[in-house]
């Protein structure tokens, strides 16, 4: 008896440490994750900066801008163009604003245009698997893999429209802040490990865990 319970132990001593390993794996992820999940990827470069459709979001350093007044530095209807001339600008950052043109490939035509060359734009949109991507301002709905068929797929008719742009940087946000489910941490980096797991994500798994927002940066070449 006592030697089948010896024996029971020894077998079951790598399991016991691959289950561990893993969990300290997923916990350092999830901890990796909450940290710096939501922190900018890199510096805002340049001296001329940005904040479109800022909705009241007014940021230091930038030039925030919208339609509705909200003490910010400008007040502009964007469908009308970005009231800045050609190659004038370092950073434009648009934080769920797109959703609301009902073009926006016009809107990425002018920040192409007022982009210094290499200039940087950085966007957050809802993602269609969220039911927010649905309220009755929003006039366009985004995944991961339209956004880059539409914009920056240069055999796209519709991209060759707002200018080439390189993808820097992206990322398929699940968790928000203070969510109750941790493993979604874990989830959101499997999602992210690279493009290929970002579009099966967005085609098949979203229907079962959705996500909440598509976070980029893409690069005027």
Not at 61 to 78: A, K, M, R, S, T
Not at 144 to 160: E, M, P, T, V
């Amino acid at each position: 008896m006592e030697n089948t319970i010896l024996r029971i132990m020894f077998f079951s001593l790598p399991l016991i440490v691959g289950i561990i390993a893993f969990g300290g794996m997923c916990v350092g992820m999830a901890i990796t994750n909450i940290f710096s999940r939501d922190l900018p990827p890199e510096k805002k470069p340049g001296k001329v900066k940005l904040n479109l459709c800022c909705a009241g979001i007014l940021l230091k350093e930038f030039v925030n801008i919208d339609l509705q007044d909200f003490g910010q530095e400008i007040i502009h209807d964007l469908t009308k163009g970005i009231p800045y001339p050609d190659n004038s600008v370092d950073y434009i950052i648009i934080y769920h604003g797109m959703e609301h043109f009902i073009e926006p490939h016009h809107l990425m035509k002018e920040m192409y245009r007022v982009l210094k060359p290499n200039g940087k734009v950085e966007i957050r949109v809802p993602h269609y698997s969220n039911n927010t991507a649905y309220e009755f301002t929003h006039q366009f709905i985004f995944s991961w893999s339209a956004f880059n068929n539409r914009f920056l797929n240069q055999d796209s008719s519709l991209s060759r429209q707002c200018g080439r742009w390189k993808l820097t940087w992206s990322r398929i946000m699940l968790a928000q802040k203070n969510t109750k489910y941790p493993v979604l941490y874990f989830i959101e980096w499997m999602v992210n490990i690279g493009n290929k797991t970002r579009g099966l994500y967005d085609k098949i798994f979203c229907k079962f865990i959705p996500a909440y927002e598509i976070w980029v940066i893409i690069e005027k070449v």
